[in-house]
């Protein structure tokens, strides 16, 4: 089984930034991509970006497009989220997850879970 493992969550000021990292462990797969989601409290888990492993190519959710920004190194079997202009609203645990088979939507079918790092931005 793939395990990720989050890291780089904090404490910031409002407009300041974070980054986090997710790097994979454990037996390896040929995957098809990785992405990053969130989820606040109360709230449901949310899609932020995802990449994936070969192109590459990125997808964003509206709520983050031109403040953070998904990178990811094959080799080092990393993936990364750069978050600038951060704003309370992004507040949550942020998750890695890694997709095992090829699907035409970013979105969904991941197949492997981080345990999550907490964002926490204030005003």
């Known amino acids: 089984q793939v395990r990720l493992v989050e890291a780089g969550g904090g404490l910031v000021q409002a407009g300041g930034s974070l980054r986090l990292s997710c790097a994979a462990s454990g037996r390896t797969f040929s995957g098809d991509a990785m992405g990053w989601f969130r989820q606040a409290p109360g709230k449901e888990r949310e899609f932020v970006a995802t990449?994936?492993?070969?192109?590459?190519?990125?997808t964003y959710a509206d709520s983050v497009k031109g403040r953070f920004t998904i990178s990811r190194d094959n080799a080092l079997n990393t993936v990364y989220l750069q978050m600038n202009s951060l704003k309370p609203e992004d507040t949550a645990v942020y998750y890695c997850?890694?997709?095992?088979?090829?699907?035409?939507?970013?979105?969904?079918?991941?197949?492997?879970w981080g345990q999550g790092t907490q964002v926490t931005v204030s005003s």
């Open positions: 997850a890694a997709r095992k088979n090829w699907r035409p939507s970013p979105y969904s079918g991941y197949d492997y």
């Open positions: 990449i994936r492993r070969s192109g590459p190519s990125t």
